[in-house]
Nanobody
Framework: QVQLVESGGGLVQAGGSLRLSCAASGGTFIRYDMAWFRQAPGKEREFVAA????????TYTDSVKGRFTVSKDNVKNTVNLQMNSLKAEDTAVYYC????????????WGQGTQVTVSS
């Protein structure tokens, strides 16, 4: 019943910033772990960042550490990905995903939002 919808993608120059948001409809993910994945053309889907349900712990893939920040807002029922110092290699379709805490399965996915970084 719960659906995830990403927004905030677009075209940005290298070195710029972009904020992605993922909103839940039809329910709440207040007690869900949330994550961002991305998939570039010709590449497999890649884990980017995740937050525990209470925003108490975050993890990042090495390539985005220090540049991206994931934050989960349980009041607004959204999860955000602040992307700074963007590089051309960050170009991809970005997806948000949700899972129950303790599960390894990202069971709920959004449709994705395109991020294009020009050099």
């Amino acid at each position: 019943q719960v659906q995830l919808v990403e927004s905030g993608g677009g075209l940005v120059q290298a070195g710029g910033s972009l904020r992605l948001s993922c909103a839940a409809s039809g329910g709440t993910f207040i007690r869900y772990d949330m994550a961002w994945f991305r998939q570039a053309p010709g590449k497999e889907r890649e884990f980017v960042a995740a937050s525990t349900w209470n925003n108490g712990s975050t993890t990042y893939t090495d390539s985005v550490k220090g540049r991206f920040t994931v934050s989960k807002d349980n009041v607004k029922n959204t999860v955000n990905l602040q992307m700074n110092s963007l590089k051309a290699e960050d170009t991809a379709v970005y997806y948000c995903a949700a899972k129950a805490p303790g599960s390894r399965n990202w069971a709920l996915w959004g449709q994705g939002t395109q991020v294009t970084v020009s050099s």
